[in-house]
Structures are given as structure tokens and as C-alpha cells.
């Protein structure tokens, strides 16, 4: 048990090792940075290999190692704790084997690129994210991990952040990753309180105790299934969010490959798994994940039908799958959900990086062999077909559909708030948060029905200032103050639930504070070289200029938006757990807030830093192109 | 701009014109970029696209500086330069500027300040609308083979089948009533613009704003207009009825954004957008003029020098028994492989001709439902050369198999295919090997077939003829011997070697083979050229044109795959007994001297080790033509910048880099010009296009080139995107063209000025770019051993400044970018 605890470990630790040493090599030592990711990739999968053929061999049963224990107290712990059962051994070799295969690959794909180095480091860091999540045995870890994906993927996607649509669609499959963050969220705050202590998945095996316990809180438990299948949509790009996917293709197509082709793209259907055990005694939320399944492959069947480029195809296709996959995991058959999992994987991995052969190869084959006649039949001629035709080349609206139901919907609600502007808002808000304090300070004197709706009136004040900085077009350091107050209104509302300790408060404010003066600081350099180029209306691209300060708001931003290295990360999971099993409303306006402000931050960072320069004394690319 | 109302049909050519002319990707051929500003000089062409179209047409005043402290950029050079058109007195005013002055280019470009006004002014963002409809709509039309559920109505004219579908539908893509009305109506592109612009005089502003906001689709359309035989599955597009409909999806948005009522755009800005304005001389613009210039000679001065060195007057001595002659094409890429054949075989004289070997044809592979062109772009062919024999065998790849993404036989194939994918891919990337989905060049014919040269009286349905006549043999291997220098001087073995390249994952494969054979290899060329002077009879005929073929004289064609460095014989079993010992020999020369090549062009090649043996760096270069996860193949042309025009002794002694073209040329059979002015009409613009191909899509890779290739994405197989929603991209991709040093051309012809003023009058569309500056010329009088240096105002003397050419004759090929020129030999 102990040495396998060493190999645990060393599966997080090496990625870790070769992401901190490739920041270290000099960006134009290409062969060094391709080795050290080469080897140390090589190194972690003989390990892997080994391990699980001793688990195979030995005694396949899941084992949990609980590692550290990052915060330890009565009423409240953090712990990393890894698990590995069947699923994540299959997880981790399809990705060792991948991510091995991609690195090699990369090394001659990407010589004489400028972002080489920056590739490489992604790449690594992405490796890591994903052992840790795959690894990971409680909620807690595993949101740590889903948020490294999640930057990892921004920054793979905007690879090349000199151009618009790269840094659009990052942002905006930032944007929905974060929607389904709400979930894992609300799940870990919803099985806090049901098991009374953050739970393991180890915890979830025995079956017998899970459904006996569940049966006693049906709703609470949907709820939290609800929440689990959330996040695996938006990770999985299931209906209605299947739209990211495709358009997640902007970095280098190996990089396309490792995440939307195959890794990134499954661990919506990972959590699911995880959690299998958890959601599989719901009869209800078992036969809505089946549908939902269902309804995936079907649309992403008829969509894919009709794309014309080769890399919205693959994505497509792979929808479908992974539609099926989920309504294979519906009816129970785990086996053949992770045999599924790894030919999808595989096929979809050499797909994508043989897709430009595709024109040499069809039109070969077209130049020998007839187009076979498409007989018209009731599917391709007629009315209704041609209606299924255009709603599939429209990607059945999908994308329309969330930018009007979630997107547009915070903006209606931030314009609201124009009237704020940085002359005013001192005004208006410091008195406000004053009167909060001084109501927090007094709450013996306050009758019980109102402080009952005083932590949900401060949690909604929390959840407006992020939307108004979400739709702020004007003033960058407004919409940056406003996400950083977001979470003192937070703090407040969740202090009338019980005052958290110092050093809980120093946890959860450190690195918001020390985030956001940061940022402020950053914001306040860039805005004193370019007044003129200093606002969210559009794209400006100073990273050209000002790469040092980039990165600086970058880290700002990290910290702000609790980022697993934030002690924030750790503050916000706390203050989750603060909050009572009947405050469902404060739940729900908390995970949004944190969702949305993070969203905010960096599209701050985006739209300043990132996109077609604004100056014109070099040459830029086309926004189309 | 036009005083006159808005005229459609003055306006749509107008804009065709200026768009990117780019054939779908299997047809690529390069071409000069700016092709629409090639009626102007040079550097005012530059200056005016720049102003108008923001378009980066120099390197930049950095890079400039760094050349020159590298001595890429000859200080002496750049001062004649500065001289030359700025005046003794003002020089040390301009080295001042040139070296230290402090400026701020602008590329921002007249284009789309007009449509501008509706994001700006308006705030309605019509980019972000309506572009991803119309791309997925016309690319889905267009599309060749990527989807599987085809365009409904794709038999139809591109507006019918919109129409058509609109109707069908239950829902469809416009919302506006009106809107679905104008759709239905015959399209009038000045209704729709009074509607959304409102000023008659600033429609055609507003159309080239509309169609440059996407230039890639649009000039697609606006190709295929002309040329729409280069679509496998046939498709009707016209640019009008492409704008008509961009026009009625802008429509339909503003209507949807602004509610009825709504004013024209002329109606909601104040001031009128700024007009073209005539762009004055900038400063920024003259020194980049003279940076450039002196660029240029910098590297030309020291061939001209090199040349002017030559001691080589030997010539009667080579008289005698000598091995072989060896024809190849006048690429670049050949340079040094003919550089080191005739190292290996000194005795051999190898000459170079354009890659069609004068034929004129369509080659037909047997079993094949369409006509591949091979000769150059401008020539239209009237002979089809048929193959027979073919034993044929298509490997197949489930990969690429649209079952894969179906919902049944993907489940079905993931399950199955999954683990041979991961299987391929380890092999793939770690023992890279021959696959179906990369482009071979000996693919394009086989070897073991025939071709059917001789005509039989059979004709195709559009009056093209099946072979050549002996009589149109002989005309066509006459024009081929003369134009290279050979009379009657033939040895035993005449190699004819064709070219092509050989690659997988690359979408710009077509820009690899023979630019001379409209992209495709040599090697049916080649092959039905050395058959022809094979042919008795025509031997018969082309001795009574004056060229005498000895009996003993056998002519072999070959392919040289310029990627993997090998050359395949064709129908060697023919060969004559008494020749095949000797045939034997040369082709271990051969393979020695393409060995050879591989070791100098690995030099630019990461993945090598420079320390192997030759064979291994061999083994390796070939292993690049098979590997999926590699960008470069071969370099291509980059650094192309030289085209000599003379007899091979002229140049023989000089180490040019891989960066001339050679077109084999006697001066003293051609004193009236006539085959000099048959090979400038083919070599200037062939070679001409390609050197600024690279040199546009160098200058500025992010508007006239394709930008990084790593994230294309395959549209319709007719062109690369960028993610899903982006626009088709133009020119080349940056990994052709990072090590390419922007020279225009200099062409050197071995020959009297007044005979190349001669052969100049008879092609004045060739002479338009040596006038206007698009290549250089200059002549070098084989007797009095002077340059003349070629302008629109006739030709001055000229002497190029004293370099010193060094002499080495043991080159070390480890640095990657270009060399010097040296002199290899006496």
C-alpha cells in the first residue's frame, strides 16, 4: 500500500516536475523542452504501465490515499486525496499514451513556432490537470483539477491570442466551462451537507449504505445529481452545449487533438462515472441522463452530417459518441462505456492529425471513382428534409441558444447598473457595505425574519456586481473593483451565517486582496501608457507592447478567481461549506457569482491583452481569418 | 473614383480584379499576389496597395537594419543605392534616416472605413452575424467532398439553390419579410444597396469593403466564376449573385437589430469616409524602396561578379566522347543536384528547360474520370495522352471513411478501428512509413504503364486530339532541343528528368511539383518526350529540321522526387544492350549525387543530425516525406531569387544555393531572339509568379500569406480555415516561407542587348514586368563581357561594385541560412 502510494503520487508529481523545470528553459531551446516533456511523459507512462499491471495482477480493487490534509479543523477539512479504481487506470493510460503520442508529434510540428515554448508548457501543465483529476478521490480534488483544465484549455485554444477568433472562442469555452463549474460547485456543497462531511468516492462503493441513505433525501439528492450532470455536459459538450466543441479547434492541431479530440472532451462522461454510484439508485435522474445522452447523439449525428471542414466534422462526431457513451453509462454497462471511451479517444486523436491529408486522399479517390448518386428519398429531398438540413447547418441554433438564455440575460441585468461609473460607485457601494457590517455587528437586535434573508439580499448583491462587471464595456478597473468586492459582500452574507475564524478569513480574502491590488496595479500601468486603448469595448491586443504586464494581470486574475493556486480556492470551498442545507438560494446566487466573476476576470484580461493589436504600425490579421 | 452612377457591371470586374486569384488548393499554382497592381511600377504598387488595402509590402526597417549589420545588406551597396536615386549631395541626409531615423509605418489601409461606420457609428457588429452564415452556407454549397449530407439543390446556381432551400424549408435563414421577397426576386445589387447605403457614389466603396472583409471566400468565388473547371463536382457561382446574397444576410440583420424603419448608412454618418486618396511619397515607403534595392544587389552584385569571373573558356575542349547529357527542369530545386552530377561526372553537361519538355497536353490516367493539365497555366492544350497498362491498386483508410462519423458505424468503428488508430498513430509518428494518405510523386503515373502518344484519329467531345502526329512530335522536340542549345551534338545516353515531390498532411501540396506542368509532376512529360526522340520516325523528321539524332543515341526519362531526393527510370527495359552498362554506371552516380543533395538540403532540416553518414541523413530526409507530424517537408523555393538564362558553362563554376532557376540558352543559335522571346514568355512569368508568391507571403504572412499552417483547417477540399467560422486563407503558409529572404528575381540572360530588346518587343505582356520592376533584368554580352542592366527607358551599362568572390571548393553545409556566393571551381 505504501509504495503504491509512491506511484500515486509520482503520476502528479512528475507532470508537475516537467511543467515547473519546462518554465525554466530558455523559449528558444527547443530540443530541451521537447525532451524534458518526451522523457518525463515516457518515464510517468512505464510507471503507469507497471502499476497497473501489478494492480491487474494483484488484487483489482479501488484504493483511495488520502495524501494531505490542506486545512484540518473541527467542522471543516480539505484533503487531496487520490483513488484509483478501473476508470481511472483506463483514463490514465488512453491519456499517457495520448499525451506521449502528441508531445512526439509536437516536437518537429511545432519548430520555428514563436509559442513553442509556451505550447509545451501548456501541454504539461494540461497533463497534470489531468492526472490530478483522473486521480482524484473526493470533490475537492477534483474541482482543483477541473479548474486546471479549464485554464489549460483557454490557453491552448488562444494559442494564438494575436488573432480574433482564437481569443473569442477561448473565452468563450472559458465561459462555458465555468457554467458547468456551477455544477461541481453545488454538488460539492449539496453532498457536504448530505453526508454531513466532505465525502470520498471511496465512500460511494458500498452501494447498500449510499442507496439506504439517499432514499432518505430523494430531492436533496436529485438536486445534487442535477448539479453532477451540469458539469458533465458543459464538459462533454452534451445538449445544449455542445457548440464549443468545434469551435475550440483555433490552437495547433496536435493540441486540438489531445483535448477536443480526445482527453479534455471525456471527462464530463469521467465525472459521471465517478459518480456512478451516487446518481445510479435516481431512477429520475438516471432516465434524464439516458435521454440527454439520447439527444446528444441524435443532434450531433445530423450535425455532423453537414460540415464542411474537416476538424467541426471530427468534433461532431465525436458529440455523438459521447452521447452514446453517456446513455450506455444510463443503462448500466460501465465496461463497455470505457472500452467506448478509448477507441473514441484513439480514433478521433489520428483523425485530427491526419485531417489535412484529406484533400490529396478524397481527391484521389474521386479522381478514380464516381461520386455515388444519392438516390432522393424521404431523409434528403423534401421539405422536412430540407428544414433538418439548414437547422443542422445552423448547429440547431444551439449557440444562439445560450448566448440568449445565459449570456445576454447577465448583460440585460448588468446594464442595469450604467449608473455606476468609477466617480460614483465609492458612493454608493462603501456606504452600503457599511450598513451591512454595521446590520452584521447588531444582528442580536434584528428580528429572526429578517436576518433570515439577510445572507441571500448580500449574496445577490455579490452576484450583481459580477454581472454588472461582466457587461461593463467602459471602465476595465470598475469591472475589476466590482468581482473583488463581489466577495466581501460574500464574506458578509455568509458571516451571518457564523463568523469565520482569522485565519479562515485570511485564506479567503488573502488572495483576493493580494490578487486584486495586483491587478489594480497592473491595470493602473497599462491605462497611464494607453489611454486611448483602455476599455472592454473591444479587443486590443497590449500584449504586443506589454508582455510583462500580461502576465502580471494574469496572475492577478488567477488569484482573484480562486485558482487551485490561490489560498481563495481553498477560502471558497469553506465558505461553501458555511452555508446550511436549507439555503439553497444562497447556494445558487454564491456558485453564480463565483462563476460569473471569474468569467469577468478574464475577459478583463482577454480584451485588453489579447486579439488583433489595436496599433497599426505592423501588420495584424484579418478578423475573419 | 467614379463621377458616374453605379454601374454593376463596370464595378464587379473592377473588384475581381484586386481579389486574391487562387485556384481550389488541388490546382495551386503560384502567382504574384498583387497581380492587379503588376500595370505599375514596383515600388508605387507597393505604396498604393499598402494605402489602400493595409498590406505590409516590405520587410520591416528593423529587419532591414539587422541585414545590413549581418552584411546581408552590403553597406557599399546600399550608399550606390542612395546615390543612384537620391543625388550624390542629399546621400549622408538619407544614410542618416536609413540607419537611425525613427518611424511609425501605418498599416491600417483605406479598406472598410466605409462599412466600418455600422459597427462604430450604428453599433450593429454585421461581421460577427453575418459571416459564419455565409461561410457555412457557400462552403457547404461548394463543398467537394467533406460532408455527407450534400448541399440540397447543389446542381442549381448558387442563388436558385439558396432560393430553393429558403422556400422548402420550414424555417429558414432570413427572418426579414421583405428580405425573403428581394431573395425571391431577380438579384439587383444597387435596389439592396440604396436600402443599406443610400449614396449612389459610395456603393462600389462599400462593396470592396464587404468583399475584403472576407477576401479568401470572395476571391474563391470570384475564381471559380472564371475557372470553374477546377471543380471536380461542378457548381455555378458568380460574384454578383455571392455579394447579392451577403447583401440580403445584412439586410435581414439590420432589420432584425433596428426593427423597421431604419436609415441607409449615408443617412446615420456625418462625414462622408475619406476617399482613396492619392498616397503622397512617404518617407517610410522610399526607405524600405532603397533597404530593398539594395537588398537585392547586394546578393546580385556578387553573381554578377561571379559570372564576370569565369575563366572558363574551354569550351573546345569538351569536344570529344562524354558520357551523357541530362535535361532538367529549370527549377531551383535541381540547382544543386546538377551542381553535383556534374561533380561526380565531370565529363557530362547538364541543361535546363521548362518541366512540360515543350509538350502541350492533358494526361489522362487510366481509370480516371477527369483530365489532369500538365503543361504551364497560360498554354491551353489540344492533345490528351492516354495510360494504359496501369496496375491499379488504391489503398484505402477507414480514417478517413464518413461511416466514422455516423452515430451507428462510429460506435461500431471506435469500438473496432479505436485500437488500430492508437496502433497507426505510435507507428506513425515513431517508424514513419509509406501510408494512403500521403501524395507520392510516382504516383501520378505508373510505371509499369504505357502511354498512348501517337495519334489514331480519336477526339475527345471538345475537339481535343488523342496523341500527337509524328509531324507534331517533331515540332514540339525540335522546340525542346533548339530552345536548350542542342543542334547536333548528342551523346549515346540524353536523360530527360522530370519533377515532383512527394508529402503527407500537407493541403498546399500541389505547390511542391512542377510549377511548368500546372502543378502536377513531370513525369509523364519527361517520359513522353524521351519516347518521341526514341521514335524513329521522328528522329527522321527533326533531320530534316536540322537536328541530327546519332543511332546510337538513346533518350531515358526520369522523376526526381525534389523531397526524398530519388529519381525513378522509366521503361528501362528499352534501353539498347550496348547502353545499359554505361546507363548502370550513371545511375550509381546518380544515387550518389541525389545523396549528396539530401546532405546539403539537411542542413535547414531540424530532425537531422549533420553528424551521420551521408546515407543515414539520406535515409532521414526520405523519412520527412512520410511523417505526419512534419510542417516541412522540403523548403521548396524559399530563397528562389536568380534565373539564368545562358549556356551551363557561363555558370558552372559558381555556388548559386539552391536559389537560381537555370534555362539552358545559345546565344549564338538564336541571333534574332525568337527563342529567347519563346523562353522569357514562359520563364518570367512562371518563375516570376512563384518569386512573389514567396515574397508577398513573406513581407506580410498574416494578410498576403496563409499564416501559421499548425491550426489549418480543411474547408470543402478546396482550401484551408483557421478554427471553424474563419475565412478561406490565401498564399502561402508562414512554415514555406520562414526562412525565405524577399528578393525579386533577377533574371541573367547570356545574350546581346539589342537581340533581348528584340525578343522583349515580340512579348510585350513579359517585357510589362521587367519594365515595371517586378523582376530584374540584366544581359551579359558573351563577347564583350559587359552587363546591361534592363529598364522601362531601354538599358544602361552596368558594373556591379567589387565584392571578391571567394573561392571554396569544400563547402561546409551546417548553417541554415543562405550562403554566399563561392566559386567552386576554375
Redesign the interface.
Known amino acids: 500500500m505504501m509504495s503504491s502510494n509512491y506511484f500515486i503520487i509520482g503520476f502528479v508529481l512528475i507532470p508537475l516536475l516537467g511543467f515547473l523545470i519546462s518554465l525554466l528553459i530558455p523559449a528558444n531551446r527547443?530540443k530541451s523542452l521537447a525532451s524534458l516533456a518526451f522523457y518525463l511523459l515516457a518515464l510517468n507512462g512505464l510507471a503507469l504501465v507497471a502499476f497497473s499491471f501489478w494492480w491487474l495482477v494483484s488484487n483489482p480493487v479501488p484504493m483511495n490515499f488520502r495524501e494531505w490534509s490542506l486545512y484540518d479543523s473541527k467542522e471543516y477539512t480539505f484533503v487531496i486525496d487520490f483513488y484509483f479504481d478501473a476508470v481511472s487506470c483506463v483514463y490514465l493510460l488512453v491519456g499517457a499514451?495520448i499525451s506521449l503520442?502528441v508531445v512526439?508529434?509536437?516536437?518537429?510540428?511545432?519548430?520555428?513556432?514563436p509559442g513553442y515554448k509556451r505550447y509545451f508548457n501548456t501541454i504539461l501543465f494540461f497533463y497534470l490537470a489531468y492526472n490530478f483529476t483522473v486521480l482524484s478521490g473526493n470533490f475537492e480534488t477534483l474541482f482543483a483539477g477541473w479548474e486546471m483544465l479549464g485554464i489549460s484549455s483557454f490557453l491552448l485554444i488562444a494559442?494564438?491570442r494575436d488573432?480574433y477568433?482564437?481569443v473569442r472562442?477561448s473565452l468563450k469555452v472559458f465561459s462555458i466551462y465555468r457554467i458547468g463549474d456551477v455544477g461541481i460547485l453545488l454538488a460539492m456543497w449539496g453532498m457536504h451537507h448530505l453526508w454531513h462531511q466532505n465525502i470520498f468516492f471511496s465512500e460511494l462503493v458500498d452501494s447498500n449504505a449510499v442507496s439506504a441513505h439517499i432514499s432518505k433525501h430523494v430531492v436533496f439528492s436529485s438536486f445534487i445529481g442535477l448539479s453532477i450532470l451540469l458539469a458533465a455536459s458543459a464538459k462533454s459538450a452534451l445538449v445544449p452545449f455542445s457548440s464549443w466543441l468545434?469551435?475550440a479547434?483555433?490552437?495547433?492541431?496536435?493540441s486540438?487533438a489531445i483535448f477536443y479530440g480526445s482527453l479534455s472532451v471525456h471527462f464530463g462522461l469521467f465525472l459521471l462515472m465517478r459518480t456512478e454510484h451516487f446518481w445510479q439508485h435516481l431512477d429520475g435522474l438516471r432516465w434524464t441522463i439516458g435521454v440527454l445522452g439520447f439527444f446528444t447523439?441524435?443532434i450531433?449525428?445530423l450535425v455532423?452530417?453537414?460540415?464542411?471542414?474537416?476538424?467541426?466534422?471530427?468534433a461532431?462526431?465525436s458529440i455523438?459518441?459521447i452521447g452514446?457513451m453517456v446513455l450506455e453509462l444510463a443503462l448500466g454497462l460501465e465496461k463497455l462505456v470505457l472500452?467506448?471511451f478509448?477507441?473514441?479517444?484513439?480514433?478521433?486523436?489520428?483523425?485530427l492529425?491526419?485531417?489535412?491529408?484529406?484533400?490529396?486522399?478524397?481527391?484521389?479517390?474521386?479522381?478514380?471513382?464516381?461520386?455515388k448518386e444519392?438516390r432522393s428519398n424521404f431523409f434528403?429531398?423534401?421539405?422536412?428534409?430540407?428544414?433538418y438540413?439548414?437547422?443542422?447547418?445552423?448547429e440547431w441554433n444551439l449557440e444562439a441558444f445560450l448566448n440568449r438564455v445565459v449570456f445576454r440575460n447577465i448583460k440585460l441585468i448588468g446594464r442595469r447598473l450604467d449608473f455606476f461609473t468609477p466617480m460614483n460607485v465609492a458612493f454608493i457601494v462603501f456606504p452600503l457595505y457599511a450598513l451591512g457590517v454595521w446590520l452584521l455587528v447588531n444582528r442580536e437586535q434584528l428580528p429572526a425574519e429578517v436576518l433570515r434573508y439577510l445572507p441571500g439580499l448580500f449574496a445577490f448583491f455579490a452576484m450583481i456586481m459580477v454581472f454588472k462587471s461582466f457587461s461593463e464595456r467602459r471602465y476595465p478597473r470598475l469591472a475589476w473593483v466590482m468581482v473583488v468586492m463581489a466577495h466581501f459582500w460574500v464574506y458578509l452574507s455568509i458571516s451571518f451565517n457564523e463568523m469565520l475564524t482569522l485565519q479562515q478569513s485570511v485564506l479567503y480574502l488573502g488572495g483576493i486582496i493580494s490578487g486584486g491590488v495586483l491587478g489594480l496595479i497592473a491595470l493602473n500601468l497599462l491605462r497611464k501608457r494607453e489611454r486611448e486603448f483602455f476599455d472592454l469595448n473591444a479587443y486590443y491586443g497590449h500584449y504586443y507592447e506589454y508582455p510583462r504586464l500580461a502576465a502580471l494581470l494574469f496572475i492577478a486574475v488567477l488569484s482573484v478567481m480562486g485558482f487551485p493556486v490561490s489560498s481563495t480556492f481553498l477560502g471558497e470551498d469553506l465558505v461553501f461549506s458555511h452555508i446550511h442545507e436549507d439555503q439553497y438560494v444562497l447556494a445558487i446566487f454564491n456558485s453564480i457569482m463565483y462563476i460569473v466573476g471569474g468569467i469577468s476576470l478574464i475577459r478583463i484580461f482577454a480584451r485588453l491583452f489579447w486579439g488583433p493589436h489595436i496599433k497599426?504600425?505592423?501588420?495584424?490579421?484579418?478578423?475573419?481569418? | 473614383m467614379p463621377k458616374e452612377r453605379f454601374n454593376e457591371q463596370e464595378c464587379l470586374p473592377r473588384l475581381c480584379k484586386f481579389l486574391p486569384e487562387q485556384s481550389p488548393?488541388?490546382d495551386f499554382i503560384h502567382h504574384n499576389t498583387l497581380h492587379a497592381y503588376q500595370h505599375l511600377p514596383f515600388h508605387r504598387a507597393m505604396k498604393e496597395a499598402s494605402g489602400r488595402f493595409?498590406?505590409?509590402t516590405y520587410l520591416?526597417l528593423p529587419e532591414y537594419r539587422a541585414m545590413l549589420a549581418k552584411g546581408k545588406i552590403r553597406y557599399p551597396v546600399l550608399e550606390r543605392v542612395v546615390r543612384e536615386r537620391k543625388g550624390p549631395e542629399s546621400e549622408p541626409l538619407w544614410m542618416d534616416k536609413l540607419l537611425h531615423g525613427e518611424f511609425?509605418?501605418?498599416?491600417?489601409g483605406t479598406i472598410g472605413q466605409l462599412r466600418n461606420a455600422w459597427k462604430d457609428q450604428v453599433k450593429v457588429n454585421l461581421?460577427k452575424q453575418v459571416?459564419p452564415?455565409l461561410f457555412?452556407?457557400v462552403?457547404?454549397y461548394l463543398?467537394?467532398?467533406?460532408?455527407?449530407?450534400?448541399?440540397?439543390g447543389r446542381d442549381m446556381p448558387f442563388l436558385d439553390a439558396v432560393r430553393?432551400?429558403e422556400k422548402?424549408?420550414?424555417?429558414?435563414?432570413f427572418r426579414s419579410p421583405r428580405v425573403k421577397k428581394f431573395l425571391q426576386e431577380p438579384p439587383d445589387l444597387s435596389k439592396i444597396l440604396t436600402l443599406l447605403v443610400g449614396e449612389d457614389s459610395w456603393f462600389e466603396t462599400y462593396l470592396f469593403d464587404m468583399a475584403f472583409?472576407?477576401?479568401?471566400w470572395s476571391g474563391m468565388i470570384a475564381t471559380l466564376e472564371k475557372k470553374p473547371g477546377h471543380l471536380?463536382?461542378p457548381r455555378q457561382v458568380s460574384l454578383r449573385d455571392f455579394l447579392y446574397f451577403e447583401l440580403l444576410l445584412e439586410l435581414d440583420q439590420l432589420d432584425r437589430k433596428l426593427g423597421e424603419g431604419w436609415l441607409p448608412l449615408a443617412r446615420q454618418i456625418q462625414d462622408i469616409p475619406p476617399k482613396h486618396k492619392h498616397q503622397q511619397t512617404s518617407e517610410y515607403f522610399e526607405l524600405c524602396t532603397l533597404f530593398q534595392i539594395a537588398l537585392e544587389w547586394s546578393y546580385f552584385d556578387a553573381v554578377l561578379e561571379g559570372i564576370r569571373t569565369n575563366r572558363n573558356e574551354k569550351e573546345e575542349e569538351k569536344e570529344g566522347n562524354k558520357p551523357f547529357q541530362a535535361l532538367f527542369c529549370i527549377d531551383d530545386r535541381e540547382c544543386s543536384l546538377r551542381r553535383y552530377i556534374e561533380l561526380r561526372e565531370p565529363g557530362c553537361r547538364t541543361y535546363g528547360t521548362a518541366g512540360h519538355f515543350n509538350l502541350d497536353m492533358y494526361f489522362q490516367?487510366e481509370?480516371?474520370?477527369?483530365l489532369s493539365k500538365v503543361c504551364p497555366v497560360p498554354v491551353n492544350p489540344g492533345h490528351i495522352v492516354e495510360e494504359t497498362g496501369r496496375i491499379?491498386k488504391?489503398d484505402r483508410?477507414l480514417?478517413?471513411h464518413p461511416h466514422?462519423?455516423?452515430?451507428f458505424g462510429?460506435?461500431v468503428?471506435?469500438?473496432?478501428?479505436?485500437?488500430w488508430?492508437?496502433i497507426?498513430?505510435?507507428l506513425s509518428?515513431?517508424r514513419p512509413g509509406p501510408t494512403?494518405?500521403?501524395?507520392s510523386s510516382v504516383?501520378h503515373m505508373a510505371p509499369e504503364g504505357k502511354l498512348a502518344l501517337s495519334y489514331n484519329g480519336k477526339q475527345s467531345r471538345e475537339g481535343l486530339r488523342y496523341g500527337y502526329t509524328h509531324e507534331e512530335m517533331a515540332e514540339r522536340m525540335h522546340g525542346l532541343l533548339l530552345g536548350v542549345g542542342i543542334r547536333n551534338d548528342l551523346d549515346p545516353l540524353v536523360y530527360l528528368i522530370g519533377h515532383g515531390a512527394s508529402s503527407?498532411?500537407?493541403?498546399h501540396?500541389a505547390g511542391y511539383d512542377c510549377g511548368a506542368c500546372s502543378g502536377r509532376p513531370g513525369s509523364v512529360n519527361s517520359r513522353a518526350a524521351a519516347l518521341m526522340l526514341n521514335m524513329p520516325e521522328v528522329r527522321h523528321l527533326l533531320a530534316k529540321r536540322g537536328i541530327f539524332i546519332p543511332e546510337t543515341t538513346w533518350f531515358i526519362a526520369g522523376l526526381h522526387d525534389t523531397t526524398r531526393d530519388e529519381i525513378l527510370f522509366y521503361d528501362e527495359s528499352e534501353i539498347p544492350g550496348p547502353l545499359l552498362s554505361a546507363h548502370e554506371q550513371i545511375k550509381r552516380s546518380f544515387t550518389d549525387a541525389l545523396s549528396d543533395n539530401a546532405r546539403e538540403r539537411a542542413r535547414r532540416f531540424?530532425?537531422i543530425d549533420l553528424s551521420w553518414s551521408r546515407q543515414k541523413i539520406h535515409k532521414a530526409v526520405i523519412k520527412r516525406s512520410m511523417?505526419?507530424?512534419?510542417?516541412?517537408p522540403e523548403w521548396n523555393h524559399a530563397n528562389n531569387a536568380l534565373c539564368l538564362i545562358g549556356k551551363r558553362e557561363r555558370f558552372e563554376h559558381l555556388f548559386l544555393d539552391r536559389r537560381a532557376f537555370m534555362h539552358s540558352y545559345d546565344a549564338g543559335m538564336d541571333t534574332d531572339g525568337k527563342l529567347l522571346a519563346n523562353i522569357l514568355e514562359t520563364v518570367i512569368p512562371v518563375c516570376g509568379g512563384i518569386n512573389l508568391e514567396y515574397y508577398f507571403s513573406r513581407v506580410?504572412?498574416?494578410?498576403l500569406g496563409a499564416?501559421?499552417?499548425?491550426?489549418?483547417?480543411?474547408?470543402?477540399?478546396i482550401g484551408v480555415?483557421?478554427?471553424?467560422?474563419?475565412?478561406l486563407?490565401t498564399g502561402l503558409p508562414m512554415?514555406m516561407v520562414?526562412i525565405h529572404d524577399p528578393l525579386r528575381m533577377l533574371f541573367v540572360v547570356e545574350q546581346k542587348p539589342d537581340v533581348v530588346v528584340r525578343a522583349m518587343e515580340q512579348k510585350p505582356a513579359a517585357r510589362e514586368w521587367v519594365w515595371k520592376g517586378w523582376v530584374h533584368l540584366v544581359a551579359f554580352d558573351p563577347e564583350s563581357k559587359v552587363f546591361f542592366r534592363f529598364e522601362e527607358t531601354g538599358y544602361v551599362s552596368y558594373s556591379p561594385s567589387e565584392t571578391g568572390i571567394e573561392k571554396n571548393t569544400d563547402i561546409r553545409f551546417e548553417q541554415d541560412d543562405s550562403l554566399p556566393v563561392y566559386q567552386i571551381r576554375e
Open positions: 527547443e499514451l503520442l512526439r508529434f509536437s516536437r518537429y510540428y511545432l519548430h520555428r513556432e494559442f494564438y488573432r477568433l482564437p472562442n468545434p469551435r479547434m483555433e490552437g495547433p492541431t496536435p486540438s447523439a441524435a450531433g449525428f455532423a452530417r453537414v460540415q464542411v471542414t474537416v476538424k467541426s466534422q471530427i461532431y462526431a455523438t459518441q452514446i472500452f467506448h478509448a477507441g473514441n479517444a484513439f480514433l478521433r486523436t489520428y483523425q492529425l491526419v485531417s489535412p491529408s484529406i484533400i490529396s486522399y478524397v481527391i484521389r479517390d474521386q479522381t478514380y471513382h464516381a461520386e444519392v434528403n429531398s423534401g421539405r422536412l428534409a430540407c428544414s438540413y439548414l437547422l443542422a447547418l445552423k497599426t504600425y505592423h501588420s495584424r490579421t484579418l478578423k475573419s481569418a | 488548393l488541388k493595409g498590406y505590409q520591416g511609425t509605418p501605418d498599416y491600417s461581421d459571416h452564415v457555412r452556407v462552403g457547404a463543398d467537394q467532398g467533406v460532408s455527407i449530407w450534400k448541399f440540397p430553393t432551400l422548402q424549408a420550414h424555417w429558414g435563414l472583409a472576407h477576401p479568401g471536380m463536382s490516367p481509370g480516371a474520370r477527369f491499379r488504391h483508410d480514417h478517413f466514422s462519423h455516423g452515430a462510429g460506435w468503428l471506435s469500438q473496432l478501428l479505436g485500437v488508430s492508437a497507426r498513430l505510435s509518428i515513431f494512403p494518405a500521403m501524395v504516383r503527407v498532411n500537407n493541403t501540396y531540424s530532425s511523417s505526419l507530424f512534419e510542417p516541412r506580410d504572412n498574416n494578410r499564416g501559421s499552417k499548425l491550426s489549418h483547417n480543411v474547408a470543402g477540399l480555415v483557421n478554427g471553424i467560422d474563419g475565412d486563407r512554415q520562414n
